[in-house]
């Protein structure tokens, strides 16, 4: 498979596109209106708890969009490092400097790996409290779901750090970005050129 900036750009979008329409869920019906409504308060405290129901964080939100797909990545992750170092021990016996290319692609993957840690690290403390709570409403301290909370959030500021610690392509573009945008310098050419990704 080719990798393109156009399939990138499709990719992306249709990510987009899923993760709208799944937030939408909530407002189709499933969430707290009903209790709200059967309550005697004149007014309701506007908190996330208070309008989502803890059953769809737990059984849709968790289960059904975050539990599977981190799997899938952590099990795609696993063989990528199993054929990789596969490959660098048999370049390794045939020649000394033929690995490379796989060594090269080892680097990546080690990166894109610790993406997936980091994620996992910042959002399943949140999760697993959600599913605390689901069953024992007064077993999580508050203070302890609003870490979980704020660690969920770290994970957006997390990524843009490793990939510019990672790569140099990444890093260089995010300098320029910043040159740009936030103080105001012209753009300087970049020693590092558009390229595609072939995925075997």
């Known amino acids: 498979i080719i990798v393109t900036n156009g399939r990138a750009f499709v990719a992306i979008c249709l990510c987009w596109i899923l993760s709208f329409l799944t937030g939408l869920v909530p407002m189709i019906g499933w969430n707290n209106r009903d209790t709200a ?3 005697n308060a004149s007014e309701i405290c506007c908190q996330f708890t208070a309008v ?3 059953d769809y964080m737990v059984y849709f939100n968790f289960f059904v ?3 599977p797909p981190l799997l899938i990545m952590i099990t795609l ?3 990528i490092f199993r054929v990789i170092r596969k490959q660098l021990n048999r370049r390794a016996e045939a020649t000394c400097d033929g690995d490379k290319y796989f060594r090269k692609e080892l680097k990546l993957a080690k990166s894109l790996a610790l993406v997936v840690f980091l994620f996992a690290l910042c959002w399943l403390p949140i999760h697993i409290m959600n599913c605390v709570t689901l069953f024992c409403p007064n077993c999580i301290n508050p203070i302890a779901s609003k870490v979980g909370i704020f660690m969920s959030h770290v994970n957006s500021a997390l990524n843009p750090l490793v990939y510019a610690f990672k790569m140099k392509h990444f890093r260089a573009t995010l300098i320029q970005i910043i040159r740009r945008c936030m103080l105001c310098k012209p ?9 595609t990704v072939v995925l075997n």
């Open 37 to 39: 409504n059967r309550s």
């Open 52 to 54: 989502i129901r803890m």
């Open 65 to 67: 969009c975050v539990a």
């Open 77 to 79: 992750y696993v063989e």
């Open 187 to 195: 753009l300087e050419a970049t020693a590092y050129p558009t390229s």
